[in-house]
Antibody
């Protein structure tokens, strides 16, 4: 059975840092195109970042230079390191798997973890 | 970035109705478009990918069409479980993945 379980969310002050984790079972993180997608309270979906099977990474302009996506193949876990956090980064963060290299639609999602940036 | 515009923002309909949601891209995205359903407090669920391919396990009352800049999601006969928010998503390039603003489908 496929499962994606996010953790690491919480309350952080503006300018602070946080690392999110997404533990995956049922497929390998290293063999798939993995993503982070966020949703601010009451708002729509925003793609944040992607890491492909080759290890190349891509970011939305809104987080470029502040967020880093990575993976630990031995733990089959995806990460999102977030630094210099702003109030506008407050959101539920989902990890999601893309169907494939050409099909960047997301077929498996985690339950989400809430990040709140506030003083 | 490619902008995705959905219409309408809110749609009121009854069980059994046929409904259509439209998504327009600011530039051509070929058929690189997906549709999702999201219910409150839950993760989105993939319905359609590549504009018209039905995801495994999704009821056949859902269908997608379009290419280039204009796309539609149609639900042929609304069921009670279908009242939710729907999003389109374009994936024309790895560094530019964007979603529409969402369409809330509510019970009339």
């Amino acid at each position: 059975e496929v499962q994606l379980v996010e953790s690491g969310g919480g309350l952080v002050q503006p300018g602070g840092s946080l690392r999110l984790s997404c533990a995956v079972s049922g497929f390998t993180v290293s063999g798939n195109y993995m993503n982070w997608v966020r949703q601010a309270p009451g708002k729509g979906l925003e793609w944040v970042s992607l890491i492909n099977s080759g290890g190349s990474t891509y970011y939305a302009d809104s987080v470029k230079g502040r967020f880093t996506i990575s993976r630990d193949n031995s733990k089959n876990t995806l990460y999102l390191q977030m630094t210099t956090l702003r109030a506008e980064d407050t959101a539920v963060y989902y990890c999601a798997r893309a169907k494939g290299a050409q099909w960047l639609s997301f077929d498996y999602w985690g339950q989400g973890t809430l990040v709140t940036v506030s003083s | 970035d490619i902008q995705m515009t959905q219409s309408p923002s809110t749609l009121s309909a009854s069980v059994g109705d046929r409904v259509t949601i439209t998504c327009r891209a600011s530039q051509s995205i070929s058929s690189w478009l997906a549709w999702y359903q999201q219910k409150p407090g839950k993760a989105p669920k993939l319905l359609i990918y590549d504009a018209s391919s039905l995801e495994s396990g999704v009821p056949s009352r859902f269908s997608g069409s379009g290419s280039g800049t204009e796309f539609t999601l149609t639900i042929s006969s609304l069921q009670p479980d279908d009242f939710a928010t729907y999003y389109c998503q374009q994936y024309n390039s790895y560094s530019s993945i964007t979603f529409g603003q969402g369409t809330r489908l509510e019970i009339k």
